[in-house]
């Protein structure tokens, strides 16, 4: 009933740039946070960035600089803006939300996007 939609990956030459984009569908009640996780192949899923609800912000090392993570909580999304993009950035990225779909209920963690794939190759 809600669901993550993700959209915004594509084949790009390092250095190059994209930008990611996540929107909550369904009826909720309120959002603590929103994140990107990402999957290479061969690799465990990572925590790529995290944004709660009171702007609270977390990144993998390797892409500080380089990544930002923002939200417009009138949609109900979360954005990725990735910049100097690397090969090493490859992978598969999956929104994450942590939400509350009813007041007085506790929240949920295990919604997810649908995964949208990056490749950063000449």
């Known amino acids: 009933q809600v669901h993550l939609v993700e959209s915004g990956g594509g084949l790009v030459q390092p250095g190059g740039s994209l930008r990611l984009s996540c929107a909550v569908s369904g009826s909720i009640f309120s959002i603590n946070a929103m994140g990107w996780y990402r999957q290479a192949p061969g690799k465990q899923r ?58 007085y209920r506790p929240v949920e963690y295990d919604y997810w996007g649908q995964g949208t794939q990056v490749t950063v190759s000449t």
């Open 46 to 103: 990572e925590l790529v960035a995290r944004i709660t609800n009171d702007d609270n912000t977390r990144y993998l090392d390797s892409v500080k600089g380089r990544f930002t993570i923002s939200r417009d909580d009138a949609k109900n999304t979360a954005y990725l803006q990735m910049n100097s993009l690397k090969p090493e950035d490859t992978a598969i990225y999956y929104c994450n939300a942590e939400l509350r779909v009813r007041e």
